[in-house]
């Protein structure tokens, strides 16, 4: 992922209207009682609440088009120490949500590719298996008729076959036909998977996903460039305005 498309990310779980709601009712419940009066009024709706809620965020934001990977998030109440430590712990709140979103989507996404691959294993097995009986089958009704005529040798050679041509089974004589039964059915003891064209690597590569560990402490996700501060001057009321009026 491109720094662009992981701030993209970011920017839209810093901007989600529900993921404020969430940040603010973890506010509510904590009912402060520095806080919960300049956030909650009892004589408007919850709904009310949260619309002036979310009107005290403000943001300047490059935009989704912008090559620029900034965002500035602002928070206003009339006590602005507690505004500023409001805005640090929505910050701290977002960052971590984001982060729990992305384990938990990284763990799904390697989920998903091991149920592929073992889906894929046992495909393999199945098929290898469903040719192996057929051939022992095979095996077995080719002996049983070289039996019948007492061919325990092959009845043919090299020299006498010509290109291309296939004869009958039963030529190979039961004695070969028989030893090549006894190999087939003694796979099981050696380990069959070794037998599959493909699987071996495919078992390594599901051993190899399955014992690798992610160092998530080291995964970066993205930078705060720096924590909310109360303005040294104040944002209102606007002295020039007052004047004027």
Request: proline share 4%; aromatic share 8%.
């Amino acid at each position: 992922m491109t720094v662009e498309q992981a701030f993209k990310d970011v920017r839209a779980q810093a901007l989600s209207g529900s993921l404020l709601r969430e940040f603010y009712n973890l506010l509510l419940s904590e009912k402060d009682p520095q806080l919960l009066p300049l956030i909650f009024n009892e004589k408007i709706s919850p709904e009310q609440n949260f619309s002036k809620f979310t009107e005290r965020f403000s943001s300047v934001d490059p935009g989704a088009k912008q090559n620029d990977v900034f965002l500035r998030l602002k928070f206003e109440l009339s006590d602005a120490a507690l505004a500023s430590a409001v805005l640090n712990r929505y910050s701290d709140f977002m960052l971590q949500k984001h982060r729990d979103e992305t384990r938990e989507a990284v763990s799904m996404r390697i989920e998903a590719k091991l149920d592929q691959w073992r889906i894929q294993v046992d495909e393999m097995r199945t098929k290898y298996l469903a040719e192996k009986e057929r051939r022992l089958l095979t095996l077995e009704e080719a002996a049983a008729v070289a039996a019948s005529i007492n061919q325990q040798r092959p009845l043919y050679d090299a020299e006498r076959v010509s290109v291309g041509a296939q004869p009958p089974l039963y030529m190979m004589g039961e004695k070969a036909l028989r030893s090549e039964i006894t190999q087939l059915k003694g796979r099981a003891q050696r380990g069959e998977d070794a037998y599959i064209a493909g699987l071996p690597e495919l078992l390594w590569k599901i051993k190899t996903v399955e014992e690798t560990q992610i160092a998530w402490n080291r995964v970066k996700y993205i930078q705060l460039d720096q924590s909310a501060i109360v303005p040294l001057s104040p944002i209102k009321p606007r002295k020039l305005l007052v004047l004027a009026l």
